[in-house]
């Protein structure tokens, strides 16, 4: 055997199969059906492999599984997977094969107002080892650029880049921890034939170069982790190029046009080659022949694997013959779809792959190989960046990506302040206290809660379901826990609910309460903000009940509906004594009346007037069925904190098990 195939890497697969849920409808009787659970078989016995220094393209027709089973070799998939995957005979765990491969996904998944390279240098903070220097990240980052040949544009936001431009980025992201798998699902989509020529040749030349530096698994997996594990040296610079024969010379010289080649050769002592899977649609002919294997899919099955090369062989063994100036990955598609006689093409290629491929998967792996443990060794002794400074990050990222959508943040903001100036208009001069203002002091104030419980609730039920592919994808990669992700999101929205709850009331204050001097105002706004806080609980907790913002804004209807009726203007909370206690609407509106009315000792009483007199505050918090103890105030504030605190654990578990059970991809 070669020394460098029996140095190398090799991932196996055998016999996977995946299912999904799928309903049947049963007509057993008109009054007896029912909807059975069926299960629908998407992958049957797929079994292959691949080895470091491959470029393999699945190929199939939409609907084949290529997707699938790319997803399932990697262990991104969630469900009814069953089979085996093995690194050179160790069977591989799901944390395993995260650790040592990237996934590179059809579309681009990222945060698009941040630069290339803000991009690639706040991923670094996550995928590289904990004790990487910034300076030895920065460095990672710029070789990064380079290699993908987007040096001239790191400093433009990610929305301005090109598709291509896009697609690169994604590869140098995932290109950070240095893997050795890359698995890529159809990554020319949606590309110019050049810029997928580009992204190809780029993923042949990381194949067929070896690229794992001992001081680039230092700076990814960490100092106290890297060892050299023999004694061997060698003289000969580890990133030549492999040899080959002279058909290839051709393939290596339009290799050399790539920005890589000088980035690669500052890269010592490379121990191992890559290997990169692909899903493609109908690649183009100079495309096709980048790859060096292929795998055909039809219906979940395979119909070929084997080197791009021997394919038509294959075909013209079993009387297919690819016409002249015919590019093979159609004439291949093409054949599997298309009957021949009184068979079908994909039927009879799949019968005779079985034959010549049957009991190769069936007992023992392919060969007794010696594992190289290498990179596993240093998975496991890799240490991300500590929960505390994931939860600082990502407030970073959140308060970056407004900041620079402070356009749509700015006409937001100013609506709301018009709002402000409306009430301030509708109840100036209602501060005096006289029987008549009594209730227009407490619809003012009723306003002024509902006002900032509707503004931040509704003002973040987008986030989930805008937010839930960029959460899936870098949660399901490990990049960070979920929990940091949740608990920035819920902090970086506290300054924000403390700044527009006090110019809110600012607004208003000055129009209508400004008689009664600045402790009131501290207090009011302490309050508005903590029901601008409870709001946005309130309002991740609709977003996350459902995963459409459009379904949370509707059905959020009813619950608005009865929070509102039990907040003590539309109905006397003394006959819902237990239901008013789960409306964050009346612990505001009770907080705020108790606040402005507690110290009031006379109101202005005249001996004709005809409706009922009430004399003091306290008569006006009994009439309306509030508690007057003095605790009253602070009490309401730690219940709306504990109302947050209940929608936020809710949220939090409704995400972690829609991801959980929807997959990463």
Not at 351 to 370: Q, V
């Amino acid at each position: 055997m070669p020394a460098d195939e029996h140095d190398g890497l090799c991932l196996e697969w055998k016999q996977l199969n995946y299912y999904v849920p799928a309903q049947e409808q049963s007509n057993y009787s008109f009054w007896n059906e029912c909807r059975k659970q069926q299960e629908l078989r998407i992958l049957h016995d797929v079994s292959g492999h691949l080895k470091t220094g491959d470029l393999i393209a699945i190929l199939g027709g939409s609907g084949a599984g290529k997707t699938t089973l790319l997803a399932a070799i990697s262990q991104r998939l969630r469900g009814n997977l069953t089979g085996d995957v093995v690194l050179n005979g160790m069977a591989m765990e799901r944390h395993q094969m995260t650790r040592i491969s990237s996934f590179l996904p059809q579309f681009e998944i990222n945060v698009k107002t941040f630069t290339a390279y803000e991009h690639l240098y706040f991923m670094s903070h996550f995928k590289m080892h904990r004790r990487t220097t910034k300076a030895e990240k920065r460095q990672r980052v710029s070789d990064l650029l380079l290699a993908v040949g987007l040096r001239d544009a790191a400093h433009t936001r990610i929305q301005q880049l090109s598709g291509g431009e896009r697609k690169r980025l994604s590869l140098a992201e995932e290109l950070i921890t240095d893997p050795i798998f890359l698995f890529c699902d159809e990554p020319t989509t949606g590309l110019d034939s050049f810029s997928a020529y580009s992204v190809i040749k780029t993923l042949r030349h990381l194949c067929t170069r070896r690229r794992i530096a001992k001081h680039s698994l230092t700076q990814v997996y960490g100092e106290d982790s890297f060892a050299t594990p023999s004694d061997e040296s060698t003289t000969s610079n580890s990133i030549e190029m492999e040899i080959v024969d002279k058909s290839q010379e051709s393939l290596l010289q339009t290799m050399k046009e790539l920005p890589t080649l000088s980035v690669l050769n500052n890269s010592p002592n490379g121990r191992h080659k890559k290997a990169a899977i692909c899903s493609i649609h109908q690649p183009t002919s100079d495309i096709f022949e980048l790859f060096t294997h292929i795998i055909l899919m039809d219906g979940g099955r395979i119909i070929y694997q084997g080197r791009t090369e021997k394919a038509a062989k294959f075909f013209t063994d079993m009387g297919f013959m690819q016409p002249l100036n015919c590019n093979p990955a159609d004439f291949y598609l093409k054949t599997l779809v298309e009957s021949q006689g009184a068979g079908n093409a994909g039927e009879l290629l799949r019968a005779k792959y079985e034959h010549e491929t049957d009991g190769l998967y069936s007992g023992s792996w392919l060969l007794a190989r010696n594992y190289s443990g290498e990179y596993l060794k240093h998975s496991q002794n890799f240490k991300k960046i500590r929960w505390i400074y994931q939860v600082y990050l990502l407030i970073i990222r959140f308060m970056t990506e407004d900041l620079r959508n402070i356009k749509s943040g700015l006409i937001g903001f100013g609506f709301f302040m018009i709002t402000a100036v409306t009430l301030s208009l509708m109840y100036s001069g209602v501060g005096g206290l006289t029987q008549r203002t009594v209730q227009d002091v407490g619809g003012s104030i009723f306003m002024l809660s509902n006002e900032m419980i509707f503004t931040f609730s509704y003002g973040v039920t987008y986030i989930f379901p805008a937010a839930l592919p960029i959460i899936r994808r870098e949660v399901g990669e490990g990049t960070y826990s979920l929990s940091a992700y949740y608990v920035a999101l819920v902090v970086s929205f506290v300054p924000v609910a403390f700044f527009k709850g006090y110019l809110f009331l600012s607004v208003i204050y000055a129009s209508i309460y400004y008689t009664r001097g600045f402790l009131l105002y501290v207090t009011m706004g302490f309050l508005m903000s903590l029901s601008a806080i409870a709001a946005v609980g309130y309002g991740i907790f609709l977003s996350s009940l459902f995963e459409t913002d459009k379904m949370a804004s509707e059905c959020a209807a009813p619950f608005d509906l009865i929070f509102l009726i039990f907040g003590g203007t539309y109905m006397n909370v003394d006959s819902v004594p237990l239901l008013k206690y789960l409306s964050l609407f009346f612990y505001s509106n009770e907080a705020l009346m108790y606040n402005f009315w507690i110290d009031i000792d006379n109101i202005d009483c005249p001996v004709n007037e005809e409706h009922p007199c009430v004399k003091t505050g306290l008569e006006v918090l009994q009439q309306a069925s509030f508690r007057t103890a003095e605790y009253t105030y602070w009490m309401d504030c730690v219940s709306l904190l504990l109302v947050a605190l209940a929608f936020h654990i809710v949220s939090f578990v409704l995400v972690r098990r829609y991801i959980n059970r929807s997959g990463y991809y």
